[in-house]
T-cell receptor, first 115, second 114 residues
Framework: SQTIHQWPATLVQPVGSPLSLECTVE??????LYWYRQAAGRGLQLLFY??????ISSEVPQNLSASRPQDRQFILSSKKLLLSDSGFYLC??????????????FGNGTRLTVT | AQSVAQPEDQVNVAEGNPLTVKCTYS??????LFWYVQYPNRGLQFLLK??????LVKGSYGFEAEFNKSQTSFHLKKPSALVSDSALYFC????????????FGAGTRLFVKA
């Protein structure tokens, strides 16, 4: 069966520090991968999605970036964090290979607090 | 561009009563529609989806949803609510014309009172 791992679970970082959040998926090949941010326990904002290694689509211009160095690895990064980057970051995957009707499967999230 | 509206921030229902959580959507192509549930400090869990076919879709934990194309709605329903159903519910849409982006509504918090 497929599993998704996301870490760390919580993170407190000072303003201006770098960020690296990692997500890996097991049990499937060539998944579509997604990063979402959830603010104040409500709506989800799509940040990035990827349909293959090295293919990243950015939805919101900001100081975050994403990379997919391996098929089942998705990394969210920042060179300098802002206070407004605080939130709950969720990684998700769906079946790839041109399958459009697969639901998303989410990790347990990372709660980031920028101080 | 696709969008989703969940008009109710919160829905309150007594245990044993039926529940409805509303969702309307906008998408240029045929819609792929999804419902998810989120418990505190966790990721979202998939409940059910509509892709094509029967307008009434059945999913996990006794939930179902009805697709209405003319009203562009996809309301989540359950005949008899449980206290354990209390959680945050999200409706989501993907453009069936070939997009990979899934857009979520703002969420509706469901409280089921014993």
């Amino acid at each position: 069966s497929q599993t998704i791992h996301q870490w760390p679970a919580t993170l407190v970082q000072p303003v201006g520090s770098p960020l690296s959040l990692e997500c890996t998926v097991e049990g499937t090949s060539n998944p579509n991968l997604y990063w979402y941010r959830q603010a104040a326990g409500r709506g989800l904002q799509l940040l990035f999605y990827s349909v293959g290694i090295g293919q990243i689509s950015s939805e919101v211009p900001q100081n975050l970036s994403a990379s997919r160095p391996q098929d089942r690895q998705f990394i969210l990064s920042s060179k300098k964090l802002l206070l407004s980057d605080s939130g709950f970051y969720l990684c998700a995957w769906s079946v790839g290979g041109g399958t459009y009707n697969s639901p998303l499967h989410f990790g347990n999230g990372t709660r980031l607090t920028v101080t | 561009a696709q969008s989703v509206a969940q008009p109710e921030d919160q829905v309150n229902v007594a245990e044993g009563n039926p529940l409805t959580v509303k969702c309307t959507y906008s998408v240029s192509g045929n819609p792929y529609l999804f419902w998810y549930v989120q418990y505190p400090n966790r990721g979202l869990q998939f409940l059910l989806k509509y892709i094509t076919g029967d307008n009434l879709v059945k999913g996990s934990y006794g939930f179902e949803a009805e697709f209405n194309k003319s009203q562009t709605s996809f309301h989540l329903k359950k005949p008899s609510a449980l206290v354990s159903d209390s959680a945050l519910y999200f409706c989501a849409v993907r453009d069936g014309a070939g997009g990979f982006k899934t857009i979520f509504g703002a969420g509706t918090r469901l409280f089921v009172k014993a």
